[in-house]
Nanobody, 123 residues
């Protein structure tokens, strides 16, 4: 089992940057692919990015490609999301999730979730 805790959210102006972190408990972090999702009020949970267990493969939604970077440090059991050139439409609660297997962008195939961290981008 994996427990996940996100941090790093906050209020930032459009064009600014934030780095989210997701700390994982347990010794099996490196066995899981990890993803970031977000959910804005009244909207469905949306895929943002995913990274393979070893960190060699990454995937991004078209809406964040070129602006966001997902990375992980398996030695520290931590997942990151560097967010640059933020836009008002990036405002949402951001969640990290662990996946043993399944589709990259389908949140239903992720096994463990954090509690979320709020990101608000003012225009």
């Amino acid at each position: 089992q994996v427990q996940l805790v996100e941090s790093g959210g906050g209020l930032v102006q459009a064009g600014g940057s934030l780095r989210l972190s997701c700390a994982a408990s347990g010794r099996t972090f490196s066995r899981y692919a990890m993803g970031w999702f977000r959910q804005a009020p009244g909207k469905e949970r949306e895929f943002v990015a995913r990274i393979s267990p070893g960190g060699t493969s990454t995937y991004y939604s078209d809406s964040v490609k070129g602006r966001f970077t997902i990375s992980r440090d398996n030695g520290k059991n931590t997942l990151y999301l560097q967010m640059n050139s933020l836009k008002a439409e990036d405002t949402a609660v951001y969640y990290c999730a662990a996946q043993s297997e399944g589709y990259v962008s389908d949140y239903r195939t992720y096994d463990y979730w954090g509690q979320g961290t709020q990101v608000t981008v003012s225009s």
